[in-house]
């Protein structure tokens, strides 16, 4: 059933991943860059990649890899996990403003409305001019020169130039007519041909944008006169550039853009002058604030872990304390993790602070390490160097019995450290003892509160140094006057101290059950990635004090 349960939950959990990836692909890689685009390959590739390294990064230990390929994989895919829960939670965010961004963004560009103007007088025979409804200018529509009148009667409404100037040549005989006006010289009878004759150099032929237009500062047409003498293909001047857009034919899209400066996209939605879409300019406004965001948070927290923890100093009162022991501080040090991205020289930090602390006694309660001797023993190395005037000592946390708990037993006894495992040491002002940590059970090396402190004179102040905080009720039944302990990191990554309280009677800090204070330790290191946020690590010295004095 447990194999089951396990199943089920690795399943979910991976089930979540890939929706997170997907939506964060659609997001950041599909909203933001031009199908087919080198920007969209490399996005599509890396939502591929990093996942994968991160699981590399979680399972190249337990699977025995070499140490190498370990630590070849550990700095991307950890990291990207670290940034996948921030960009994560950005994006989440971000979802509202980028919503209301769009809504508040029209899908076509509004079309400037001007009051209409009586229609102009139409002679007998001539067909309705629609232009009229169109607020055209009033008046009567100029004689064309001849062959042109007729043949601009029949341009249908909506054709623009190009149909005129097919039609005209069609009402020639099939050879355009010398036409002036199309030269770039408006005829003495067709005022305002010129002004368009720039865009339309010949039947048929390529139209060429000028300079300014859509921006209504092309040359225009005097306001009572219609074009070619009829209304329908005639576009007065006093309709502005916006409604000659409307009018042009398609591939004269690229002038339609007017009073906006916008054209319509090819997928749907406004585009802006540099031919963004709309969707796709606040998708990488939103998308770049989001991935910013993630990263400066990584960043910093990345650089809190790699500076080497901070010192914190606690004052606990014990009542059994004598008064010889008043100010006897003890540095506590938990979850340094040394492994494939913490190694030497986060160790030789850790012991220099500790140092300087100058402390009666040191101790060490559990996840020193991620991995086994032949690999990290080099990293171990520098805790040599640790002084306390009444010695180091060690207990075992859940992660050394990932590795193999025994190895680490004995080599940290030959780095001058003492391992307590279920065993009491009796100092001259009060006893300290130390338990194995509850994943021993696997092995059959889980605590045993009675051969730690069963036979003790429990007239003497005891302090415990047990890695899990969960063993705090243990202690209370025993007589334990204060416990240290680790293992929660304090969450390390907000907002995972919240899931850290569901599993942990405390967190971090100092809290009193009963009889028995409980202090738990941020720690000195990190698991997985080198980051914390909401949570910085730390080296705690507490002080005890007595009340006698």
């Known amino acids: ?73 550990s700095w991307p895919g950890f990291m990207w996990l670290a940034v996948l829960l921030y960009l994560t939670l950005a994006m989440l965010v971000a979802e509202p403003a980028r919503a209301l961004l769009l809504r508040r963004s029209p899908r076509q560009p509004p079309e400037p409305t001007l009051p209409a103007a009586p229609a102009p007088a139409v002679p007998a025979g001539a067909e309705a001019a629609p232009a009229a409804s169109r607020g055209a200018a009033p008046g009567p529509a100029p004689q064309s020169p001849a062959g042109l009148g007729s043949a601009a009667a029949a341009v249908p409404a909506g054709a623009g130039l190009d149909g005129a100037a097919s039609a005209v040549s069609a009402g020639s005989g099939g050879a355009a007519p010398a036409v002036p006006g199309f030269d770039g010289a408006a005829p003495a009878g067709l005022p305002g041909l010129g002004a368009r004759s720039d865009a339309v150099a010949g039947a048929g032929a390529e139209p060429q944008v000028r300079e300014g237009a859509g921006r209504g500062t092309a040359p225009q047409a005097p306001t009572d006169t219609p074009v070619g003498g009829d209304a329908e293909a005639g576009e007065p001047a006093r309709r502005g550039t916006a409604e000659a857009a409307a009018a042009a034919p398609a591939h004269d899209s690229a002038v339609a853009t007017g009073a906006t400066g916008v054209t319509p996209a090819a997928g749907g939605g406004p585009v802006a002058g540099d031919g963004m879409s709309r969707r796709r300019f606040v998708a990488r406004v939103v998308g770049g604030a989001a991935v910013a965001a993630a990263a400066g948070t990584v960043g910093y927290g990345t650089y809190g872990v790699l500076r080497g923890p901070r010192v914190k100093r606690v004052t606990v009162p014990l009542a059994k304390l004598p008064r010889a022991a008043h100010g006897f501080r003890i540095a506590v040090v938990s979850d340094v993790h040394l492994g494939p991205i913490l190694g030497r020289a986060h160790t030789a930090r850790i012991v220099d602070t500790v140092n300087r602390t100058q402390p009666d006694l040191i101790a060490i309660v559990g996840d020193l390490v991620d991995g086994n001797v032949h690999d990290l023993g080099p990293a ?43 065993a009491r040491r009796p100092l001259p002002l009060f006893d300290l003892a130390g338990v194995n940590d509850v994943q021993g059970e696997s092995e059959g090396h889980g605590p045993d509160f009675e051969a730690a402190l069963g036979d ?50 405390t967190v971090a800090g100092l809290e009193r059950y009963g009889d028995t204070q409980l202090y738990v330790s941020r720690g000195a290191g990190a698991w997985g990635p080198p980051v914390r946020v909401g949570a910085p690590s730390d080296i705690t010295v507490v002080e005890l004090a007595s009340y006698q004095a």
Not at 390 to 411: C, K, L, M, P, R
């Open 1 to 73: 059933m447990t194999v089951v349960i396990f199943a089920v939950v690795a399943l979910a959990v991976l089930g979540l991943l890939v929706l997170v990836h997907r939506w964060l692909w659609i997001r950041l890689v599909r909203d933001t860059t031009r199908p087919g685009g080198a920007w969209r390959r490399a996005g599509t590739a890396l939502a591929f990649a990093l996942p994968a390294l991160a699981v590399a990064a979680l399972t190249a230990g337990r699977a025995g890899a070499p140490f190498w390929l370990q630590r070849a994989v």
């Open 380 to 422: 171990a190395e520098p805790l040599r160097g640790l002084r306390a005037r009444h010695g180091s000592y060690f207990v075992t946390g859940n992660h050394e019995y990932f590795s193999g708990a025994q190895q680490w037993i004995d080599h940290v006894r030959e780095l001058g450290l003492t391992p307590l495992e279920n």
């Open 456 to 505: 003790r004179d429990r007239s003497r102040a005891a302090v415990l140094l047990a890695h899990q905080p969960i063993v705090i009720h243990d202690a209370v039944r025993h007589g334990v006057d204060l416990q240290l302990s680790g293992h929660t990191h304090g969450g390390q990554l907000w907002p995972g101290n919240y899931l850290a309280e569901l599993a942990n009677p």
